[in-house]
């Protein structure tokens, strides 16, 4: 069972990329933990949770909802609702990992978290620029990637939740803002000329009106779906 | 406290999750796809990013939305890293100023 030497590179390669995200990782799971220490989540339970589930946005979500006993269906309707979006992020990495194997290509679909999805996309768009006669995609770089971030999101969620209640209300510290930044940071990089501002304008404005006029995670799908709308009604592009 | 409820929710969370990764991939693997749906699946992910933190300048404090501009604008020249720095210290800044 030894790694020939390029993959070991590559997956080297991965957790250095993904080493910046990690420390963010860091305060957002540990308010994850701490919010679950408030609904009596045990350290276990909440590292359980997040190494079953591993989508930190519907996490967050179920923890808010929470009641005791928990509203089983509403909560698992909640996640499919806010993870619907993994079913775009899961078409347009297809066609770069079709190829592989079934034991490759479960797992790589398993840790498709938002942040992963996203180094993985710009990662396969790296390797073709430099050889574009191979598939872009490298399973090794996305196990670098998610591996670390996995680990690290499940034993932090667990520290929250036991050290949480000691520091009292987190908010104050401002680490609520890791989330978003680490969200505005990804948006930054996706942006690629004038004909992305109309459909993630009206993403947002679509969002912000689901969100509160409508329950649950609805507001993550109109969202979505009228940028997309946008996009199909918008002349092509001539970039 | 791990009763039957908590336990078929987490697991149930799992399975939808797990659901809409391979869901994607599964509808996706056999078609090619043309410019203009190209192009829809190019826009879409910006959508779904924006879309989940849109929300926050509706329900954050004024300090929140004014961190979230300054993370903005850190975001336009520093790295992951250094923008989750300066939003963690501008909410924290921000609201204990306008508390």
Known sequence: ?239 | MLDLATLLTILGMGMVTYFTRICGFLLLRNKTLNAKQTQMMSVAPGCVFISIIAPEFLTGTSGDILALLVTFLAALRLGMLGTIVVGIASAYGFNWLLS
């Open chain 1, 1 to 239: 069972m030894s790694v020939s030497k390029p993959s070991q590179h590559a997956f080297v390669e991965g957790m250095l990329i993904a080493f910046p995200l990690l420390l963010g990782f860091v305060p957002v799971a540990f308010m994850l933990g701490a919010e679950a220490a408030q609904k009596d989540f045990s350290s276990v339970l909440i590292m359980f949770l997040t190494m079953v589930n591993f989508a930190g946005g519907s996490e967050f979500a179920a923890i808010e909802l929470w009641t005791s006993p928990p509203a089983v269906l509403f909560i698992i309707f909640v996640t499919l609702m806010v993870n619907s979006r993994h079913i775009i992020m899961g078409a347009t990495l297809a066609p770069h990992i079709k190829h592989l194997p079934k034991r490759k290509i479960l797992p790589t679909l398993f840790f498709m978290a938002d942040e992963v999805w996203a180094l993985a996309m710009q990662d396969i768009t790296k390797q073709h620029k430099h050889t574009p006669s191979k598939k872009g995609f490298r399973f090794d770089f996305y196990l670098g990637v998610a591996l670390p971030l996995y680990v690290t999101w499940s034993v932090c969620a667990g520290l929250g939740a036991y050290y949480g209640n000691m520091l009292g209300d987190l908010h104050q510290y401002g680490l609520h803002m890791a989330f978003p930044a680490m969200f505005i940071v990804i948006l930054v990089g996706m942006w690629n000329g004038k004909h992305n501002a109309l459909p993630w304008l009206v993403s947002a404005l679509v969002a912000m009106l689901a969100y509160h006029y409508l329950p649950g995670g609805w507001y993550v799908i109109l969202g979505t779906f009228s940028g997309i709308v946008v996009v199909y009604f918008q002349g092509d592009s001539n970039a």
